[in-house]
C-alpha cells in the first residue's frame, strides 16, 4: 500500500504578511540566497538586504547586481539588528553559520536556511540559537547547475515547490511569515516533517545527481584510455549537465544524508543488477517491461519542473 | 595510454555528388527517416521519396508532412527501381527488413542504414543483400525522445556526427555517396571500423540510456509505497526525459550490443560501489575530488550536442 507523505499544503490564501521594510541579511549569496534577494526586493522595495558571503569578488557582484544593497564577510556585522536572516550557504557550512551569528541575532529574528537537508540542520538550530529567535527550516526546491550571485535568477523559484519542516517547537508565527515570504516569490509551500523531507529528497534528488557523477565519472575513465567522448549524443549531455553542479554543494548533501541516501543508491545498485542480468540471460521481453515502465514517469513528476532546473 | 580511436574524418569538401532525381526509399519513416527525407527533399527537390513503414497511420503523417511523395507498407513494392534504400527501423527489424527486400532491389541499388549498433548489421547486410547491391553501414547520432513521422525535424542532423563504418568489402562509390548524403544534411562524417563504433556507442549512448530507465525504475519503486515523485526537481527530470525514449528501440539496442553494453554497464557498476564506499567510510574529500572529476567532463562533450538530441 502506498503510504501518503506526512505533507500537507500551507492554506492557500492571498499573498500577506512577510513584507519586512527593515534589515534582512542573507548569508551565502549564491544562486539560491541571490534568487531569493532578487524577490524580496520586488516584494518589499524599501527592504535593505545585506549580503554576507566568503568571498569578496562574490559580493561585489551581487552589490553590482543589485542583489544587496550592502555586504559584509563578517557574519556577526551582517546579521546585527536584522529581522530576518536567511543562511543560503552550501549545507554543511549551516551549522558554522549559525555558531557565530547566535550571538548577535536580536530577539525576534527569524532565521531561515534554504538547505537540502533538514533532519540534521533543524536538530542543530535548535541547540545553537538563543531563546527569543526563531528558526525555520526551508527548502525551496529550485536551482541550476550554475552557482554564485551571477548565477541568481528572477522567477527562480515561480511555480515551483517550497518545503518548511516544521518541528513541534517551531513558532507558528514566525512559520506562518516564512510561508508567506514563498508564496510571494510564487512558490507553492509545502510542510512536512524533516525526516520525511530527506527520504523524499534523496530519492528524487540526491540519488539523480549521485548517479549522474558515477556515470560521467565512469565514461571519463573509459575516454582516458580510449577516446570516445567525441561521439557523444543527447543522452550523456544530461547526465553532465546534472554532474557539472557544485562538487562542493553535492558532497555536502551527500555527508549531511548520508543515511537516506545510502538506501536508496543500494536500491539503484539491486534495480540496476537486476536490469544487467536480464541483458545477461537474453531476457529482451522483460527489459522492455521495464523500459516501458520507466518511460511512464515522465507524465508523474512535479510540473514545477517543466523547465530546467536543478538541484 | 590513451589510444586514439580507429576512425578518421572523410576528407572535408564541397558537397556533392549524391543528388538522386529518381526514386529513393526510405524504410521506417519516423524520427530519423521522417528527418532524414525532409533532408533529402531540399537538398534535391525533384527526388521521389517512398515511405514503407509497418503502421498505415504513420505513413500518412509522413505523407501530410510532406516527407513523402508516395508510400506503401509493402516492403518489395517500396524498394522496386529504388536507387538508394534507407532502411530506419529499430535495429533489430533492420536483418528482416534486408531480407524481405533483397530480392527486389534493382542492381546497382545502394542501401544504407541508422542503427545505433553496426558489427551485427554489416555481417548480416554482407550475407543477405546480393551482388551489384551496395551496402553502407550508417550512424547519425542525432534525434531527441521522441519517436514517429510526427517528430520529424528538418535541421536534426546539422552539425551532428554521422558515423559510417565500412567493411573491407564496403564499394568505395557508394561509401562516397552516402558520405556526401550526410554532409549534404549538414552532419560531420567519420569513418571509423563496426567493433569501434559499438564500444564507443555503448560508453556514451547506450550506458546512459540504460541508467536512466533503472534510474527512474527505482524512483518509481520508491514512489509506489511513498509518495516522492511531487518532490522532483531538475536533477530526476533530465532522467525521465532519457528514460522516455523508445523502450523497443532501447531494448534492440541492448540486445544487438549485448557485449559492449555489459562490459560498460558492469565498469559503472563498480565505479558506483566505489563512490558509495567512499560515503560508507565518510571520506568525502575524495568524493568530492570525484564529483570535480566528472564536473570537468562537460567541457570535452561534442559541442554538436549542446543542443537537446537524444539517442
Known amino acids: 500500500m502506498r503510504r501518503s507523505l506526512k505533507a500537507h499544503r500551507a492554506a492557500p490564501g492571498r499573498v500577506k504578511g512577510f513584507i519586512p521594510c527593515k534589515k534582512t541579511t542573507i548569508i551565502g549569496v549564491g544562486l539560491i540566497g541571490g534568487s531569493l534577494a532578487l524577490e524580496l526586493k520586488g516584494i518589499s522595495p524599501c527592504a535593505k538586504i545585506v549580503g554576507v558571503d566568503r568571498t569578496l569578488g562574490n559580493l561585489k557582484v551581487a552589490r553590482k547586481r543589485g542583489l544587496v544593497d550592502s555586504y559584509t564577510t563578517d557574519i556577526a556585522k551582517g546579521v ?19 555558531k557565530i551569528a547566535a550571538p548577535h541575532l536580536k530577539k525576534g529574528c527569524i532565521v531561515t536556511d534554504v538547505g537540502s537537508v533538514k533532519e540534521k540542520i533543524a536538530k542543530k538550530a535548535a541547540s545553537i540559537l538563543p531563546e527569543g529567535v526563531f528558526f525555520v527550516p526551508g527548502h525551496p526546491i529550485a536551482g541550476t547547475e550554475f552557482s554564485g550571485a551571477e548565477a541568481a535568477l528572477k522567477g527562480l523559484f515561480k511555480g515551483k515547490k517550497c518545503i518548511l519542516t516544521p518541528t513541534a517547537s517551531t513558532d507558528r508565527k514566525a512559520l506562518k511569515k516564512i510561508a508567506s515570504l514563498w508564496r510571494a516569490a510564487g512558490s507553492e509551500v509545502v510542510v512536512m516533517d524533516a525526516r520525511t523531507h530527506d ?8 540519488l539523480p545527481h549521485f548517479v549522474a557523477y558515477a556515470l560521467v565519472g565512469t565514461v571519463a575513465d573509459i575516454d582516458k584510455k580510449t577516446s570516445v567522448l567525441p561521439y557523444s549524443a543527447g543522452g550523456l549531455r544530461d547526465f553532465t549537465r546534472i554532474a557539472a553542479s557544485s562538487p562542493q554543494m553535492w558532497t555536502d548533501i551527500c555527508a549531511m544524508n548520508k543515511r537516506a541516501l545510502l538506501k536508496v543508491v543500494k536500491k539503484f545498485e539491486k534495480t540496476l543488477e537486476a536490469l544487467r542480468t536480464l541483458v545477461e540471460k537474453g531476457d529482451f521481453h522483460s527489459l522492455r517491461k521495464k523500459f516501458e515502465r520507466a518511460k511512464k514517469v515522465r507524465g508523474l513528476l512535479n510540473p514545477g519542473v517543466a523547465k530546467p532546473g536543478g538541484c
Open 80 to 98: 546585527k539588528n536584522s529581522e530576518l536572516v536567511v543562511v543560503a550557504t552550501p549545507v554543511r557550512s549551516i551549522e558554522r553559520v549559525l
Open 199 to 206: 527520504k523524499a529528497l534523496a530519492s528524487v534528488s540526491h
